[in-house]
C-alpha cells in the first residue's frame, strides 16, 4: 500500500510539473515581445543610439507587437555588428518577454592621417575604425608622409596583408610606446613623421622640437626625452635650444636657435 501511494505521489507529482512547463511555455511562446531593453556600452558618440534602436525596432517589428518566437533575435545582432564602431554585440531574450541588447562601442586611441589628408582610428590592439562626423575623440594625433590606404570596411588590423607593408604597423608601434609611458603619455601631444622616415614629437608647454628619430628603442629615447626635461625644466638655457634630438645612443644632441 506504502508502495502504490509512493508511486502515486511521484506520478502526480511528474504530470504537475509536466503540465506547469506545458502552459509556461505555452503562455510564453503565445506573448507579446514586453520591451527593447538597448543599451551602449563603452558609448561616447560614435554609435547613434536613436538610428541603431530604430533599426532594431525595425526589424523585430514592434509596431505589430510581433509574438516572441517570432523576433528575429540573430538578425538584430548581426545587423548590429555591421556598424564599423561597434566591437561586440550582445542580444537575448528574457523570460519577462524583454530584448535584452548590448552594444559596445570602440574606444581609439590614436587618429593617423596618410600624406593625402585621409585618417582613421586605432585602438590599443591595432584594430581599425574610420573617422566618425559625429564625434571627435581626444586622442594621440599622428600626421606626415604615412602612406597606406583609408577604408571603411570592418575587423581590418595593422597587421593584416593589406596594412602589414605600409607605414601604419610602425606608427603604431611609437605611438603605444608613447601611450604605454606614464611621462610621454602626458606631455606628447603629436607624432609627425618627416620625409627622411625618422619619427618628430611634438612636447605639450614647450616649443623644442623634439627628434626621436627612427622607430627603434623607442622606451629608451622615452626615457632620455624625461630624464632632459627633468633636469632642464625652468632653466633659461632651455629657451636658447631650438630642437633637442634623441636618436643618438647614451646622449641628447641640443641645436641652438
Known amino acids: 500500500m506504502n508502495r502504490f501511494l509512493k508511486i ?7 504530470a504537475a510539473i509536466g503540465a506547469l512547463w506545458f502552459f509556461t511555455r505555452k503562455d510564453y511562446t503565445e506573448d507579446r515581445l514586453h520591451r527593447v531593453d538597448f543599451k551602449i556600452v563603452n558609448g561616447h558618440g560614435f554609435i547613434n543610439y536613436d538610428r541603431e ?3 532594431i525596432l525595425a526589424i523585430c517589428d514592434t509596431a505589430s507587437n510581433r509574438q516572441v518566437t517570432d523576433i528575429p533575435v540573430d538578425s538584430v545582432r548581426k545587423t548590429l555588428a555591421e556598424n564599423p564602431w561597434a566591437t561586440d554585440v550582445r542580444a537575448n531574450l528574457s523570460l519577462r518577454r524583454i ?9 581609439p586611441i590614436m587618429r593617423i592621417y596618410n600624406d593625402e589628408g585621409k585618417s582613421l582610428y586605432l585602438d590599443k590592439d591595432g584594430n581599425i575604425f574610420p573617422v566618425g562626423r559625429r564625434y571627435i575623440p581626444h586622442v594621440l594625433i599622428c600626421s606626415g608622409h604615412f602612406s597606406f590606404p583609408v577604408t571603411r570596411e ?9 596594412y602589414a607593408s605600409t607605414d601604419l604597423p610602425g606608427a603604431f608601434d611609437v605611438a603605444s610606446s608613447i601611450l604605454n609611458d606614464d611621462y610621454a603619455s602626458q606631455n606628447v601631444g603629436h607624432i609627425y613623421l618627416a620625409k627622411n622616415r625618422q619619427y618628430e614629437l611634438v612636447v605639450r608647454n614647450s616649443d623644442l622640437h623634439v627628434i626621436l628619430g627612427y622607430p627603434d628603442n623607442v622606451s ?3 626615457l632620455k626625452m624625461k630624464h632632459f626635461f627633468d633636469r632642464m625644466t625652468g632653466r633659461e638655457e632651455l629657451n636658447g635650444y631650438s630642437k633637442i634630438n634623441l636618436n643618438y645612443k647614451n646622449q641628447v644632441v641640443c641645436t641652438k636657435k
Not at 502515486?8 to 507529482?13: D, F, G
Not at 530584448?99 to 574606444?107: D, F, K, R
Open 53 to 55: 534602436l530604430g533599426i
Open 154 to 162: 570592418k575587423w581590418h588590423n595593422v597587421n593584416d596583408s593589406v
Open 8 to 14: 502515486s505521489v511521484w506520478v502526480l507529482t511528474v
Open 99 to 107: 530584448l535584452n541588447i548590448e552594444m559596445t562601442e570602440c574606444q
Open 220 to 222: 629608451e629615447k622615452l
